[in-house]
């Protein structure tokens, strides 16, 4: 059974960071495309980040430059650091893993609307943690 778990999020001023973190049971992040998510309420889940087996990353625009995505596979934690963090960083943050089979998955980055992510995208999810950006 897998199961990520999300953690760090918070309340933050705009400027400043925030680290997530997402650790994982019943998989190993060397096998795995691993990526973070966001939703604001009312609108569509959109890509954030996206690192892959080997340690490729993909970043959305929005947040190109500001965050890393990052992971330590003995620990099996996934991280976004998050810096510069406006306004519109604000929502809810999603860790999510692959399947394990993928073998192109920076694209993720770029999915948008659970329809089309469920199809395309990750295949394990957490259940998110709040990002709030004042």
């Known amino acids: 059974h897998v199961q990520l778990v999300e953690s760090g999020g918070g309340s933050v001023q705009a400027g400043g960071s925030l680290r997530l973190f997402c650790t994982a049971s019943?998989?190993?992040?060397?096998?795995?495309?691993m990526s973070w998510f966001r939703q604001v309420p009312g609108q569509s889940r959109e890509g954030v980040a996206t690192?892959?087996?080997?340690?490729?990353?993909d970043y959305a625009d929005s947040v190109l430059g500001r965050f890393t995505i990052s992971k330590d596979d003995d620990k099996n934690t996934l991280y976004l650091q998050m810096n510069s963090l406006d306004r519109e960083d604000t929502a809810m943050y999603y860790c999510?893993?692959?399947?394990?089979?993928?073998?192109?998955?920076?694209?993720?980055?770029?999915?948008?609307?659970?329809?089309?992510?469920?199809?395309?995208?990750?295949?394990?999810w957490g259940q998110g943690t709040q990002v709030t950006v004042s």
């Open positions: 019943g998989l190993a992040y060397f096998s795995h495309c």
């Open positions: 999510a893993a692959g399947s394990g089979k993928e073998r192109h998955c920076l694209g993720w980055t770029d999915l948008s609307g659970m329809t089309v992510i469920q199809a395309l995208g990750p295949k394990y």
């Open positions: 690192i892959d087996q080997v340690g490729s990353t």
